[in-house]
């Protein structure tokens, strides 16, 4: 099991965007499509942003989010014809 759970992870990463009052994330799906791709990046050589004790890179990268040091990005507007969960899938991190 992941700590933190994805759910409190979705929270907290609205808690600190509260300032349009439009939450970032609204889907677990959302939380999971851009942690996957994190890790994803981990594997192909990134480096880690946090240090914790675990080889695992899916907890690292839900670790980075939950710690604000990677974030989402929205490149562009989803088309209007896009189903939310194929507008999640064009979010891409951004490193702080």
């Known amino acids: 099991m992941l700590h933190p759970s994805y759910y409190e ?10 300032i349009e ?8 799906y959302s939380i999971v499509l851009a942690t996957s791709k994190r890790a994803r ?11 914790i004790n675990s ?4 907890s ?3 670790e980075e ?8 990005v ?3 507007e989803p088309a209007a014809s896009e189903a939310p969960a194929e507008a999640a899938a064009d979010k891409v991190l951004e490193e702080v």
């Open 41 to 51: 990046q981990l594997t192909d050589g990134a480096e880690p942003k946090v240090h």
């Open 74 to 76: 929205n490149e562009e």
């Open 55 to 58: 080889p695992k890179l899916l």
């Open 21 to 28: 009052d439009v939450p970032e994330i609204t889907s677990r």
């Open 9 to 18: 992870l979705m929270e907290k990463i609205n808690e600190e965007n509260e």
């Open 65 to 72: 989010f939950y710690d604000g040091v990677v974030h989402f």
């Open 60 to 62: 690292v990268a839900v």
